[in-house]
């Protein structure tokens, strides 16, 4: 039964999980050496198989391609000898740019100008046609008229040199040799031929411009002279004259026009408010004011009649009149005096403009005689300018035309190219070392990224820095399994042993078998003797997912137990997919499945073995749904019964994921041993089983590595040495 000690405190916190198990995760480790050098040894094989193949291949392409020549011609260039013979050119020291100069010299090598001709000469475009292997997507016309570039050409230039090498390859060494001096002549020739081009147009340019140089030198000289005659009737240096002093007087006159005119504006704009007092207060509002004067005195003596007549009097009549009369006088004065006002106005306005416009007209009047000082300096310095330019024009043409012919040695062959002996390409060593080079480094490389991109658990180191978990045993591959047990008759089985393999020779123990069966041993003296703390009566042997090997494992385990003279209880508690009876041969037709679901003592249903009387086993029977459902309830009152009577109680389970009664299993046996297949169980899911088993606080013993062969790691190279031993032992008689 689980102890309660061990199990934690219900309010303890849950820690981070890590591959679904509660524990830290562990820090980084570094790969030791010694085991890429296992990978290595592992797959030497294939490594080496992979590496032959590839030589061989390299070896064989090789031999069958067509070699290739390649010839060199060296070019000199000489970057202290000047351009010219006379001239700037002639003394110019040459400059510290020969990285950018031999680059341009390459370019130039390149070119359409320098290839074509060779090209044509030798044929070298209907060569490169015919050996390469696409159709051409345009006409023979088209590619003739498109640039020219040689694949094969190369031009190089040694560092910390004024050389280039044209190099180029070909099937014939002849052809290489001829076709490298070829393009090195065309280059040297190019290069005079834009050189005397170059120096050709530059005179021709300047000899087209001379006679508009002497044109325009004689037209600025004739000007010059004309208008030293005109100086002597204005004198631009003079600065007071006529011109001046009017232009003096009419900025005064237009000023007091502009004044003027302000003041009138304002009046008439007054005026156009219709206001009296505006009108009054004008330059013609003495007249208004006047009528303005009477018109209140009828409006007055009017009044006094209103009081003392009536309308019908004479008198009134009369003085009504009389007001009607002043105030048509007053309102036909009032128009008079706004229309005097607008009159004043626009004359204001108008005299005004004339001011303005004789002001423009003196002022650029004046401006332009006063301007023919800086005519004539300008005048004179142009008549100067061309005649120096005309000079130095005649002094160019008659240099150009010397150095035209001039031919200089700065760019010559220094070694020309020769037909070679030993081909350049294929190069047999260079690529079989290639070939073993990448081939070695892509299949290495290919072995360490499966090693890594591999999640399975393979090795216990790996298993308890993973998981914080023991490895209690690894137990080795047995390819083929022969079993010599026969059907249970009764309440008894066949006579059993161990299992053996298949094809053993008689009276030698397999050597496969041998080994499982002391790794079987180990693991039951790793679980047994490591809990010092308490006694573990009870154990189940579970794994995460079918077919990892738990059923032999109970099975062998329970049996190296029995064979230790310890009574030993072997339950199939695997319902849905029961396998201890067909290990042992028993007959499946009643067991725990029966005890479940009809209440039956488990006693009853025990099967007995001959050969080991220490053993019982406690079959499932056939398969049962219901079963299942019904054994949480009951395995603990048999575990506790049975605890009375055996030593150790092996529980073989159903795996723990996707299943539910594995889980109250495991809470209630004394501890759970994981079964994990080596190389094929993936690290996540042992974590999650794991983390699972964690929180029903079921007591992880350990795990238990299965399947496990001597090219899974380097800590299983042991697992050979059980055979060699049993060889030297013999037994006696």
């Known amino acids: 039964m689980t102890d309660p000690k061990a199990l934690p405190a219900p309010n303890q916190s849950v820690q981070p999980t890590w591959y679904g198990y509660d524990v830290e995760p562990p820090e980084q480790t570094a790969v030791p050496l010694a085991h890429y050098l296992w990978i290595l040894r592992r797959h030497r094989w294939k490594i080496l198989s992979f590496v032959f193949a590839c030589v061989v291949a390299t070896v064989?392409?090789?031999?069958?391609?067509?070699?290739?020549?390649?010839?060199?011609?060296?070019?000199?260039?000489?970057?202290?000898?000047?351009?010219?013979?006379?001239?700037?050119?002639?003394a110019r020291a040459p400059m510290n740019d020969a990285d950018q100069f031999l680059a341009t010299q390459v370019k130039l090598i390149q070119s359409d100008s320098v290839l074509r001709p060779v090209a044509q000469q030798y044929h070298l475009l209907d060569a490169e046609r015919s050996a390469s292997s696409t159709t051409p997507e345009k006409s023979i016309e088209d590619q003739e008229e498109?640039?020219?570039?040689?694949?094969?050409?190369?031009?190089?230039?040694?560092?910390?040199?004024?050389?280039?090498?044209?190099?180029?390859?070909?099937?014939?060494?002849?052809?290489?040799?001829?076709?490298?001096?070829?393009?090195?002549?065309?280059?040297?020739?190019?290069?005079?031929?834009?050189?005397?081009?170059?120096?050709?147009?530059?005179?021709?340019?300047?000899?087209?411009?001379?006679?508009?140089?002497?044109?325009?030198?004689?037209?600025?000289?004739?000007?010059?002279?004309?208008?030293?005659?005109?100086?002597?009737?204005?004198?631009?240096?003079?600065k007071t004259s006529i011109l001046s002093a009017r232009l003096l007087q009419l900025n005064t006159e237009y000023t007091n026009a502009q004044t003027d005119r302000v003041r009138k504006e304002s009046a008439w704009k007054s005026v156009q408010s219709g206001t009296l007092e505006s009108v009054q207060v004008s330059s013609q509002g003495e007249n208004l004011k006047a009528i303005?004067?009477?018109?209140?005195?009828?409006?007055?003596?009017?009044?006094?009649v209103k009081t003392h007549y009536g309308p019908n009097h004479p008198e009134y009549r009369k003085a009504a009149v009389q007001v009607e009369e002043i105030e048509h006088q007053f309102q036909q004065a009032r128009r008079n005096a706004a229309q005097r006002v607008e009159v004043e106005y626009h004359e204001a306005l108008n005299r005004e403009a004339m001011l303005r416009t004789a002001v423009g007209e003196t002022k650029g009047e004046f401006d332009r005689l006063n301007a023919r000082s800086f005519e004539y300096q300008s005048l004179k310095r142009e008549a100067d300018a061309d005649k120096a330019l005309y000079e130095e024009l005649v002094r160019k043409i008659k240099e150009a035309g010397i150095n035209a012919g001039f031919q200089n040695s700065s760019i010559r062959i220094a070694d020309p190219a020769r037909a070679s002996i030993a081909p350049v390409f294929p190069n047999l060593k260079l690529n079989v070392l290639l070939a073993f080079l990448f081939s070695t480094l892509l299949s290495v490389?290919?072995?360490?990224?499966?090693?890594?991109?591999?999640?399975?658990v393979r090795e216990p180191e790996q298993i308890s820095n993973l998981f914080q978990l023991d490895v209690m045993g690894s137990l080795p591959l047995v390819k083929t399994w022969r079993r010599s047990l026969t059907a249970a008759v009764g309440g008894e089985a066949a006579p059993t042993a161990l299992v053996r393999a298949e094809d053993a020779p008689p009276g030698e123990l397999d050597r496969t078998v041998s080994t499982f069966e002391e790794a079987v041993r180990t693991l039951r003296n790793s679980i047994l003797?490591?809990?010092?703390?308490?006694?573990?009566?009870?154990?189940?042997?579970?794994?995460?997912?079918?077919?990892?090997?738990?059923?032999?494992?109970?099975?062998?385990?329970?049996?190296?137990?029995?064979?230790?003279?310890?009574?030993?209880?072997?339950?199939d508690c695997d319902l849905r997919r029961p396998g201890v009876h067909s290990k042992l041969g028993i007959n499946p037709e009643t067991g725990l499945a029966t005890v479940l679901q009809n209440g039956m003592q488990w006693r009853e249903k025990l099967v007995r073995l001959v050969e080991l009387p220490e053993l019982d086993v406690?079959?499932?029977?056939?398969?049962?749904?219901?079963?299942?459902?019904?054994i949480g309830r009951r395995l603990p009152e048999i575990l506790e019964d049975a605890g009375r009577e055996y030593d150790l109680i092996v529980v073989d389970s159903p795996p723990i994921l996707g299943f539910p009664e594995p889980l109250q299993m495991a809470a209630a046996v004394d501890g759970v041993v994981m079964v994990a297949k080596a190389g094929s169980t993936n690290r996540k899911t042992v974590g999650s089983a794991i983390s699972t088993l964690n929180r029903v606080r079921a007591n992880i013993v350990g795990l238990v590595l299965n399947s496990v062969t001597s090219d899974m790691s380097d800590s299983y190279r042991y697992y050979g040495y059980y055979g060699k031993y049993y060889r030297y032992y013999k037994p006696e008689n």
């Open 60 to 90: 064989i392409i090789s031999a069958r391609l067509t070699p290739i020549y390649e010839s060199t011609v060296t070019v000199d260039i000489d970057r202290q000898m000047p351009s010219a013979i006379i001239g700037q050119d002639a």
């Open 146 to 238: 498109a640039p020219i570039l040689l694949k094969k050409l190369k031009v190089t230039r040694p560092p910390n040199t004024y050389l280039l090498l044209v190099s180029y390859r070909s099937s014939d060494p002849h052809l290489a040799a001829n076709v490298a001096n070829a393009v090195a002549r065309s280059y040297v020739e190019h290069t005079y031929n834009i050189r005397f081009k170059s120096s050709a147009s530059l005179a021709d340019f300047m000899e087209k411009q001379l006679e508009e140089l002497k044109a325009k030198m004689e037209r600025s000289s004739a000007a010059l002279a004309q208008f030293e005659r005109e100086l002597n009737v204005i004198n631009p240096e003079e």
């Open 292 to 304: 303005s004067a009477k018109l209140d005195e009828a409006r007055q003596k009017f009044a006094d």
């Open 445 to 456: 490389g290919f072995a360490v990224l499966s090693d890594v991109l591999d999640n399975s």
């Open 529 to 571: 003797l490591g809990t010092f703390d308490r006694q573990l009566k009870s154990l189940m042997i579970t794994s995460a997912t079918p077919a990892e090997g738990k059923t032999t494992t109970a099975v062998h385990l329970a049996i190296a137990h029995a064979q230790q003279k310890h009574k030993t209880l072997l339950i």
């Open 618 to 630: 406690l079959p499932t029977g056939y398969s049962s749904r219901r079963g299942a459902d019904l």
